[in-house]
């Protein structure tokens, strides 16, 4: 779904099923939100972020990111 895992600065995401899509820091705050396959955190700080996505079923899941 996520690549590559750790990322330095771009991370890709399948979107083929999702119907949202968020990154969110350490802290809980929205970072990133939008459906696009390619999302560039360059700007942010190494560290741990989630991704947390929506599928076209509702269903719900949470993938940590790890930022070289």
């Not at 990322?7 to 809980?28: A, H, M, S, T, W």
């Amino acid at each position: 779904l996520v690549y590559p895992n750790p990322f330095e600065n771009i991370v890709n995401i399948d979107i083929k099923q999702l119907k949202e899509c968020q990154i969110i820091d350490i802290k809980g705050r929205i970072v990133h939100e939008g459906i696009s396959a390619t999302v560039d955190l360059s700007e942010f700080s190494s560290g741990i972020y989630y991704l947390r996505t929506i599928g076209i079923d509702n269903q719900i899941s949470l993938s940590k990111l790890v930022k070289l």
